[in-house]
């Protein structure tokens, strides 16, 4: 604002309804030169650059205004607008990973200068000559042995996945099949060799999820996504080279390219946020509004933090680190929990590039990044990674977006 008042950026992130009449708002760059402050067609995001000619503006206004007034109704793209079927995407499904490439930093990088425009091929041990000053910030969590392959008394399999530990000493699980079972049934190891635990049902909690006890810390295996469907002969494969902190249900994929040589190279900080499944769990209703994203514990340090708000530029590495950042970003205390779902229209306040997977469609991963890049620059990076065979999901290459 052009008085100095302290002014959130979300009301004016969504558009140009938004901004008409906002005479107290001025962009202030070089030379203060002027800058369009009206949102790009198909855009959540305000991307000021300098105004061209009169004629220029012009030309641009009119397929804006028909875009805006025709393809989305005039609202822009905001939770309560974006519908989830605009998060869909075609991918053949050759390009899944099933395996990690080795090593680690081999595999592919595509860059986006989300100010030029530029794209740039690369391969991750590149990364280093792509930073500016940036602090990267990376999720130190690591992956429990939290799939268990148990036995009902009576003898039929049942399978549980662990997704967080609660207070008291009990877990969050999700159970396979879940119908059939009972509050107060114990669940036995498959055999008699096997290190897990037995465990208690105490209740169930929806969606198959149970609240459980168990007789000791889980050894079970490593849990991988669904869509990796062929064998892994390293467990700690699916795990960072900076792994600390036990408690996730699932990786913070974007952090598995690094080795500890390349991770030498870059200036960094570690945060925690312990991954539960539901930050994977496709979309199931038409808006992105109607989807409820559940909370995930964080913890920051003091140190970390102050290095992290002192920082000139600050690379989030993964979807994970960027809720944490904007969470705190937001004045939340160190230690929590956080519940922030990012989509388009969503205005950034700490995060100043994004490293990333390729990730599925219609998932709320994918809505961050958009967020983070813009909803048709998404897309079309997508496409290009389709058409020069990046590798997709979790073993798969990376995307730089500065």
Known sequence: ???????????????????????????????????????????????PRPRGSFAARLRDSLPRSFECLFVHGGEGYARDRMRANELDYD???????????????????????????????????ELPDELDGHLVVVNDTRVLPARLRLRRETGGEVELLLLERLEGGAWEALARPSRRLRGGERLLPCNTVSQEATVDLVEAIGEGRWRVRLGGEPHGETPLPPYIHEPQDDPERYQTVYADEAGSAAAPTAGLHFTPELLARIDHVSVTLHVGL??????????????????????????AWSRIEAAERVLAV????????????????????????????????????????FHLPRTTLLALVMAFAGVQETRRLYALAV????????FGDAMLVL
Request: proline share 7%; aromatic share 6%; net charge neutral.
């Open 278 to 303: 539901d930050t994977f769990r496709p979309l199931s209703t038409e808006t992105l509004e109607e989807h409820a994203i559940h909370g995930e514990r964080y913890h920051v340090a003091p140190g």
């Open 318 to 357: 993964g979807t994970t680190t960027t809720r944490v950042l904007e969470t705190l970003a937001r004045g939340a205390d160190l230690e929590g929990r956080t519940g922030l779902f990012i989509t388009p229209g969503f205005a950034f306040r700490r995060v100043d590039a994004l490293l990333t997977n």
């Open 91 to 125: 991918l053949p499904p050759d390009l899944v990973a099933q395996h990690p490439v080795e090593p680690r930093d081999a595999s592919r990088l595509l860059v986006f200068d989300r100010a030029t425009g530029a794209t740039r091929q690369r391969t991750f041990a």
């Open 1 to 47: 604002p052009a008085d100095r008042d302290d002014l959130a950026g979300d009301p004016v992130a969504h558009g140009d309804r938004d901004l008409l009449g906002q005479r107290s708002l001025e962009l202030v760059r070089h030379a203060r030169e002027p800058h369009d402050l009206r949102a790009r067609p198909l855009q959540g995001r305000v991307e």
């Open 387 to 394: 058409r020069e065979r990046y590798r997709f999901y979790s």
